[in-house]
């Protein structure tokens, strides 16, 4: 970190300072991090780099003497319930990381938020926990509960199982994509793992083209194929042609009853299975 | 202060060097087949699974390798190794697997392994009903539905330490196994296996070029996607004429998209002003080979075209400002344009019903084309250093062509606050409203596709929404215990729509505690809600409406659990249990029917994992782990394969199970673990 003219000292020996008192196993394990290695000429532990000052500052005066009952001058900390104002804790950071992650980071929505780095990175961490998949999105459930609530339903995507991650979505540094996703829109982002949706198809299915939102809540569902409302009366939303379509599919259609065909199984997907578009010559009901 | 740190030894320092790993094998028992239980995990039948899990790393002259294993004895299996020269290149590669694993309760008499047609067992007896298959029973056989999806990483980058940085990646997803499918006749229904061949390949690469205030990166994207079977035929168990006892229905067509993107921020020496931008035009392309009209010899003309020649163009740009004038306020600008130009020619097609008849009319295709705006502007403003107020104005614009709505606008104003008045303590209430209005809803248009004329689709009507959220989060700085909590709604009215959705309110709510019981223990409680109310209308005399329903649903969460990891001692212990209760009420209110309720569809998930560990040395520690998991799941849509007179389906029974899978193991550390001040 550059040095400042009102800033206060550093220390005299850098981080064997430090170590003077800090030699505990959680705080050594940012030896075990791309923050300490001395190959790295960017590294704060590079060579010529500041060391433990690089990111807590200038610390002469709190590893200094202090008399009976005094205080001992705070460094910065980052946490997010730090005395250490936000903007000055990402300055830190930011000042390294300007090139790859700050650049993204300015005037994004997790900044805009005043949102710390360390909020969701753990720095003296041999493996930090939002950088792996199977651990991610606990960190991002800290803030994101409603997110955590819908990831239990029934019918979710696999991030409780520590299959994906919220950033096989999202891009949680900032993006000028809408939610932050990481492709273009909605509908780009889920052709990453299901392109066979992308088509374009012989025949479309208006509303699938715009947004897959527009059925299916991609954070949890009760219903099956994390649809936001159970068939038929999903697809009566919006169908209500003369027949079939248009006769409400309720009690008399059970099986104890007259069971229905436009009930049960997969409701309106029993004949109509290829919602998603058709590319068959014969498929415009979207049938085969 | 000016700093030399030339007499900055850093002799203490730990760096780390050498070999170094951590590696777990073990064994778990399951108690239990359960499909839904090894979705995703891997451990779906009964019996032991041999495990290996791990992570390791070496360092040498400044390389660096790192290596992970996770569930290298399931089908959940996961591998990574990357190799980086301080930060000067870097190479990854990675290999994992996702089961799915959605029925082990189904059964079919099409007993095909793979392929792409399905034949009738030999001595089917064709019927009118389900109920008449006198050879049904017999026929049936057990059919696994799931599949597997393996993906492969490889990438890397190049970082020469001055203005650039150049990165690429490749990523192959194969996915295959067998998913359900529905082959319909005129009236009839068979639910059928469908195979999975799946091949997804997709490259990025960029290069960025990175200066003091501004950043700019060129990047490229492809996604090539690849179907083994372009269609799937099946014999009809049901009564057929000859001419139509095999059908066929097309699957997912061959398709690939490429990218072009320019993206990057300009950091301003004003204002703390930020200004970034995307443009990217993308094209898709979709020219696989189209199957007949129809498998009837008597029936089907030559097709006007072997494929579609389908075309997509894409254009997205962006651009974001944020400022702060003044010292108190923030301000944010942004606009973003979205299009999908579908250039897919479009042609008169003679559609074949049901392989018996000739429409007569030819069906021109309607390729969908879009394009959308989205606007917005907010500020913030400190009215004090603990409390600040911000407010904001989106306007969103979309276009469409072929639809009921040409041109829906959305206006959305919300504010919010924001108080702080200490660190620890932070609540925030935000509030808002927004309109989306339609130029016309252009009922030629929906009677041209036989709608209901009162008819107002969901996603294309006049739409009033108000939405509020509070949240609230206390960390105390002395204090071992945090609590935070949210609230959210969300009302929307569809004031327009006599037929249709006509409304819906959303509702979440979340509470979590957590108390640091000491330096090595940690508790926590987390409790959530999410619900959404919908209501609809509907005509079955196709005039005025005439039925109405009204769909509940709920969702709880709990969560608790405990964490006891010593810094000394042997013994760690994770404890976390979970329940989650889904519940769907549907009622109906109809001329024909009068008030009546669908049964409650009912989920209900009890999980509980406990991972310890015991350390006998330094280097060697015992695992244990238990995974236990209950699930009941009442759903009156899943029934039996001959329960449908006119369906025949695959009888998927809902999911009720109990199963527990217990394991132990050894974990050894390889390599210098104990990070020492050196001397």
């Known amino acids: 970190r550059a040095a400042d003219g009102d800033m206060p000292d550093y220390s005299r020996k850098g981080a064997d300072t430090c170590f003077q008192c800090h030699d505990d196993q959680a705080m050594l394990a940012v030896f075990r991090t791309k923050h300490a290695r001395p190959d790295d000429p960017r590294s704060p532990f590079g060579h010529g780099q500041l060391q433990c000052e690089a990111c807590h500052g200038p610390g002469d005066d709190h590893a200094g003497r202090v008399r009976r009952g005094q205080e001992r001058p705070a460094i910065p900390a980052f946490a997010s319930n730090s005395t250490t104002p936000v903007e000055d804790q990402n300055a830190y950071c930011v000042e390294c990381h300007q090139a790859d992650t700050g650049m993204a980071w300015h005037g994004s929505t997790h900044d805009v938020n005043t949102l710390s780095c360390s909020d969701c990175h753990t720095m003296h961490i041999e493996r930090d926990p939002v950088l792996t998949t199977a651990?991610?999105?606990?960190?991002?459930?800290?803030?994101?509960?409603?997110?955590?609530?819908?990831?239990?339903?029934?019918?979710?995507?696999?991030?409780?199982?520590?299959?994906?991650?919220?950033?096989?979505?999202?891009?949680?540094?900032?993006?000028?994509?809408?939610?932050?996703?990481?492709?273009?829109?909605?509908?780009?982002?889920?052709?990453?793992?299901?392109?066979?949706?992308?088509?374009?198809?012989?025949?479309?299915?208006?509303?699938?083209?715009?947004?897959?939102?527009?059925?299916?809540?991609?954070?949890?569902?009760?219903?099956?194929?994390?649809?936001?409302?159970?068939?038929?009366?999903?697809?009566?939303?919006?169908?209500?042609?003369?027949?079939?379509?248009?006769?409400?599919?309720?009690?008399?259609?059970?099986?104890?009853?007259?069971?229905?065909?436009?009930?049960?199984?997969?409701?309106?997907?029993?004949?109509?299975?290829?919602?998603?578009?058709?590319?068959?010559?014969?498929?415009?009901?979207?049938?085969? | 202060a000016e700093v030399d740190t030339s007499e900055w030894a850093c002799e203490a320092c730990p760096f780390d060097d050498g070999y170094r790993a951590k590696v777990s094998a073990g064994a778990t028992n399951v108690s239990d087949d359960a499909a839904r239980f090894g979705n995703y995990t891997g451990y779906d039948e009964e019996g032991a699974y041999g495990n290996l899990d791990g992570y390791g790393r070496y360092n040498k002259d400044g390389y660096r390798l790192d290596y992970s294993m996770e569930n290298l004895g399931l089908e959940s299996r996961a591998f990574g190794l990357s190799i980086d020269s301080a930060g000067l290149f870097g190479l990854n590669f990675g290999y994992r697997e996702i089961p799915f694993r959605r029925f082990d309760t189904t059964r079919t008499i099409f007993a095909q392994p793979t392929g792409d047609s399905h034949t009738l067992p030999s001595g089917w007896v064709a019927a009118g009903t389900t109920g008449a298959m006198t050879a049904l029973a017999s026929s049936l056989q057990p059919r696994l539905i799931g599949s597997d999806r393996q993906i492969i990483d490889f990438g890397g980058f190049y970082d020469p330490r001055n203005d650039f940085r150049f990165y690429a990646d490749f990523r192959r997803q194969t996915k295959d196994g067998v998913d359900i499918t529905s082959g319909s006749s005129y009236a009839q229904a068979s639910h059928l296996p469908r195979f999975i061949d799946y091949e997804t390949n997709t490259v990025d690469a960029g290069v960025q070029y990175r200066a003091e205030t501004f950043s700019v990166t060129l990047a490229l994207y492809g996604s090539f996607f690849s179907n083994k079977n372009l269609g799937l035929s099946w014999e009809t168990p049901f009564t057929a004429t000859p001419e139509t006892s095999v059908l066929r229905m097309a699957q997912q067509p061959d398709n690939h998209f490429q990218q072009v993107s320019l993206s990057g921020k300009y950091l301003v020496n004003h204002w703390d002003t930020v200004v970034a931008f995307l443009a990217a035009v993308g094209q898709g392309e979709q020219d696989d080979a189209l199957l007949p009209y129809t498998s009837n010899p008597d029936l089907g003309a030559a097709l006007p075209s072997s494929s579609l020649n389908g075309k997509v163009d894409t254009l997205n740009y962006a651009l974001t400002v944020t400022s702060r004038p003044l010292e108190k306020l923030r301000a944010r600008f942004s606009y973003r344009y979205d299009e999908r130009d579908n250039g897919t020619?479009?042609?008169?097609?003679?559609?074949?019903?049901?392989?018996?008849?000739?429409?007569?009319?030819?069906?021109?295709?309607?390729?969908?084309?879009?394009?959308?705006?989205?606007?917005?502007?907010?500020?913030?403003?400190?009215?004090?250093?603990?409390?600040?107020?911000?407010?904001?104005?989106?306007?969103?614009?979309?276009?469409?062509?072929?639809?009921?709505?040409?041109?829906?606008?959305?206006?959305?104003?919300?504010?919010?606050?924001?108080?702080?008045?200490?660190?620890?303590?932070?609540?925030?209430?935000?509030?808002?409203?927004?309109?989306?209005?339609?130029?016309?809803?252009?009922?030629?248009?929906?009677?041209?596709?036989?709608?209901?004329?009162?008819?107002?689709?969901?996603?294309?009507?006049?739409?009033?929404?108000?939405?509020?959220?509070?949240?609230?989060?206390?960390?105390?700085?002395?204090?071992?215990?945090?609590?935070?909590?949210?609230?959210?709604?969300?009302?929307?009215?569809?004031?327009?729509?006599?037929?249709?959705?006509?409304?819906?309110?959303?509702?979440?709510?979340?509470?979590?505690?957590?108390?640091?019981?000491?330096?090595?223990?940690?508790?926590?409680?987390?409790y959530g809600r999410d619900s959404l109310d919908a209501h609809q209308a509907g005509s079955e005399q196709f005039g005025f409406w005439d039925w109405s329903a009204f769909h509940e649903d709920r969702f709880d969460h709990l969560g608790a659990g405990v964490s006891y990891r010593p810094t000394e001692g042997p013994l760690s212990l994770r404890v976390?249990?979970?329940?989650?209760?889904?519940?769907?009420?549907?009622?109906?209110?109809?001329?024909?029917?009068?008030?009546?309720?669908?049964?409650?569809?009912?989920?209900?998930?009890?999980?509980?994992?406990?991972?310890?560990?015991y350390d006998f040395s330094e280097r060697l520690a015992a695992t244990f782990s238990l995974r236990y998991e209950k699930f009941e799941l009442q759903d009156w849509a899943l029934v039996s394969p001959a329960a449908l007179p006119n369906v025949l389906t695959l009888g998927a029974q809902p999911y009720d199970y109990d199963v527990v899978a217990a394991g132990i193991g050894i974990r050894y550390r390889f390599g210098e673990n104990e990070i020492t001040l050196a001397e």
């Open chain 2, 576 to 613: 976390d249990y979970s329940r989650g209760n889904g519940d769907t009420k549907i009622e109906y209110d109809s001329l024909s029917g009068g008030r009546n309720s669908l049964p409650e569809l009912e989920s209900t998930l009890d999980s509980l994992r406990v991972e310890a560990s």
């Open chain 2, 345 to 526: 020619p479009v042609t008169a097609w003679s559609r074949v019903i049901v392989d018996l008849l000739d429409s007569g009319q030819p069906e021109p295709n309607a390729p969908y084309s879009y394009d959308r705006g989205h606007a917005t502007t907010s500020v913030e403003y400190a009215l004090r250093d603990d409390l600040r107020v911000s407010a904001g104005y989106e306007y969103r614009q979309m276009n469409r062509d072929l639809q009921e709505v040409a041109e829906q606008t959305t206006n959305e104003g919300w504010g919010q606050l924001r108080w702080q008045p200490v660190a620890w303590f932070d609540l925030r209430a935000k509030g808002g409203a927004s309109t989306r209005g339609v130029d016309r809803y252009d009922t030629t248009v929906a009677v041209s596709l036989g709608q209901n004329p009162l008819m107002r689709k969901y996603n294309l009507a006049y739409r009033y929404r108000e939405y509020g959220e509070v949240v609230a989060s206390i960390m105390p700085l002395e204090s071992p215990v945090s609590f935070s909590a949210s609230v959210l709604f969300a009302d929307d009215d569809y004031k327009e729509s006599l037929l249709g959705l006509n409304g819906s309110e959303e509702f979440r709510a979340t509470a979590d505690v957590s108390w640091a019981v000491s330096d090595s223990a940690f508790v926590y409680l987390a």
């Open chain 1, 135 to 288: 651990t991610q999105a606990e960190v991002c459930f800290g803030c994101h509960q409603q997110q955590r609530t819908q990831s239990m339903k029934p019918y979710a995507h696999p991030v409780r199982q520590g299959k994906m991650a919220c950033t096989s979505c999202h891009n949680p540094h900032g993006d000028t994509t809408e939610r932050l996703l990481a492709r273009s829109n909605v509908n780009a982002t889920c052709y990453d793992c299901h392109a066979e949706m992308r088509g374009p198809f012989l025949w479309e299915h208006a509303p699938v083209v715009e947004d897959c939102n527009g059925c299916h809540n991609p954070h949890g569902s009760n219903q099956p194929g994390m649809l936001s409302m159970r068939a038929p009366m999903l697809c009566q939303s919006c169908h209500s042609q003369a027949g079939h379509p248009s006769i409400p599919q309720d009690e008399r259609g059970l099986p104890a009853n007259v069971p229905s065909a436009l009930l049960l199984g997969q409701s309106c997907m029993n004949c109509h299975d290829q919602v998603h578009g058709s590319n068959h010559p014969s498929g415009s009901k979207l049938m085969r």
